[in-house]
């Protein structure tokens, strides 16, 4: 198993996609950690409280929080671990090499949780080190294990890496990969955001996939809509898992069962 | 035990019976043409055996197994499929080391393959930019990986210049009658392969219609000689016991007689003969007629599904 999750890692590793994603969700990371940098101590619109100020030990954890924004590209990659297999005919030379169709899906969900341990640790790196100097530089006091932060970081490498299997395991039940890539946005940009941020679709909500990364870290920012409601964080962590594995196991009952020809 | 054994194998996709009962062999150390015009059933028939395809009846086994029950399949088989079956972002080595890492084979077999298959310069080199002949070879590779003892071989000619098929050839006896190899080659030009295969089978609309040596397939006992004579010396044949067609006034097929034995017939009834011909069943022509089908599609150039 650790040789075919090696053969699944080396896939990604050996075309360009896997850059061209880590660079736009630094470049998309860093968009949100500005303004949540700009904005720290402004008063919302309304004159509600917005976000603590840089040095109020409270901001931390919300600027370390700007790491989850790369569940989108890790979900993006998980889909094209799997999908462009179909899309380039590749899964003929991958079912020849390794005949156990399981086995297949097994090692990319396994290759999943890797690549997006390794896009937390980068965003995480990149995010960190931003906010401790905005921290500092404000003369704020740093606390690194008060505040949940030890949740957060932990919340942004299980979301990262849960998103990859999310995205491999639609991309096994979707195989063309126009259609997995829209279906996978739509669903994290629009039916997510509506389910997540309207108080009273969040009973469905917090059952979604982005509830249970939201529940995960425990992201209670205040919306000016009210605290959403939110599963606890292992349940969280179980929401996700349960999604990629009911998709993968889905899929192995029916679309990797197919002829290939 | 067969290296190959394909028994009583069925398979239809929708309303379209691709394969209908379809049972042969190969043997280690010869080389099988498996040939039929296009949309016959031989790639349906070579995936069967490859685990890629789920038959409706019958089985299909390599080395005794099911493919999908091999331990080290590319140890086992190597195969060669379509040629677009490569990711064009990704260099000819990484995608047989790819393939190696997978397979638990050392990485420097991807090398020793691109060596073998000519690839060599090319082997950091993106697949997307390289030739079907190119990518044919690259596919020849992959299947060399695992120094299999069986190969089935899917249209490999196909996009490959007269070197690089002059080449295949070479490579597919030496496979088979040097290291003892099975090998199935799939074709749907018969003359593609009739310098290189020791047995056919050949199918046609889903059917085997004929298996046997390549020998066994041009001799067919009706070989007729062709006599040209301005004498009448049809009786005098007829009288010695053969069959005679006429062509045309003064061309004559003769059966179930040899040349000797005109030459001496024409001499004894002291007949002119200006033409004694030995007709040859042509391959392509037998082929043809087995199949059943217009010539333009059993010699096109189009890959057979």
Known sequence: MIQLIRAELQK?????????????????????????????????????PGLPALEDPAWL???????????????????????????????????????QRGRVIAAKLGAGVVVGVLFAVVSLLVVGVTCVIAVLAAGGELDL????????????????????????GLGAL?????????????????????????????????????????????I???TGLGAPDLLPAWGGALLLIGYAVLFAVVANLTTTRRDIT | ????????????????????????????????????????????????????????????????QRYTTLAHPLSEVGAVLEATSFHPGRTARNHLRIMCTAAGLPARRAD??????????????????????????????SALLGEPKVFILDEPANGLDPAGIQWLRGFLRHLAHERGAAVLV?????????????????????????????????????????????????????????????????????FGMDTERIGQLALDNRVLLTEVTQERSDLQQVFLELTGDEPAAAVGTEAGR
């Not at chain 2, 310069?121 to 390289?130: M, S, Y």
């Not at chain 2, 018969?190 to 059917?207: F, H, M, P, Y």
Request: without cysteine.
């Open chain 1, 12 to 48: 990604l590793f050996t075309t360009r996609i896997w850059w061209a994603m880590l660079i736009v969700m630094l470049l998309l990371t860093g968009l949100s950690l500005f303004f949540i940098i700009f904005f720290a101590g402004e008063p919302a619109q309304n004159g509600a």
């Open chain 1, 220 to 222: 209670d920012v205040d």
């Open chain 2, 112 to 141: 020793e393959a691109l060596e073998t298959v000519g690839l060599a310069d090319a082997a950091g080199k993106r697949v997307g930019g390289f030739s079907l002949g190119m990518r044919q070879r690259l596919a020849l590779g």
């Open chain 1, 61 to 99: 954890p919300i600027g370390l929080s700007a790491a989850s924004g790369g569940t989108i590209f890790t979900m993006i990659l998980g889909v094209i671990m799997m999908t462009s297999e179909y899309r380039y005919q590749t899964i003929t030379g991958t079912f020849l090499t390794t005949p």
């Open chain 1, 174 to 218: 979707i195989r063309n990969q126009i259609a997995a890539l829209i279906g996978a946005i739509v669903w994290a940009y629009v039916i997510e955001s509506i389910f997540g941020a309207i108080p009273a679709l969040q009973v469905v909500g917090k059952w979604l996939p982005g509830g249970g990364a939201a529940a995960l870290m425990s």
């Open chain 2, 186 to 254: 799939s074709s749907h030009v018969l003359s593609e392969v009739e310098q290189t295969v020791d047995n056919v089978v050949i199918i046609a609309r889903g059917r085997l219609v004929r298996q046997g040596t390549l020998a066994e397939l041009t001799q067919n006992g009706d070989t007729a000689v062709r006599v040209r004579t301005g004498a009448d010396f049809r009786p005098a044949l007829e009288e010695a016991g053969a069959r005679v067609e006429e062509v045309e006034p003064g061309v004559l097929r003769v």
């Open chain 1, 145 to 168: 294990t008060g505040n949940r932060v030890p949740q957060i970081v932990l919340g942004v490498f299980a979301s990262l890496a849960l998103y990859a299997l999310f995205g491999i």
């Open chain 2, 1 to 64: 035990m067969s290296a190959i054994e394909i028994r009583n194998l069925s398979k239809s996709f929708g309303p379209v019976r691709a394969v209908n009962d379809v049972s042969f062999t190969v043997e280690a150390g010869t080389v099988t043409g498996y040939l039929g015009p296009n949309g016959a059933g031989k790639t349906t028939t070579l995936r069967s055996l490859l685990g890629l395809v789920t038959p409706d009846a019958g089985e299909a086994l390599v080395n005794g």
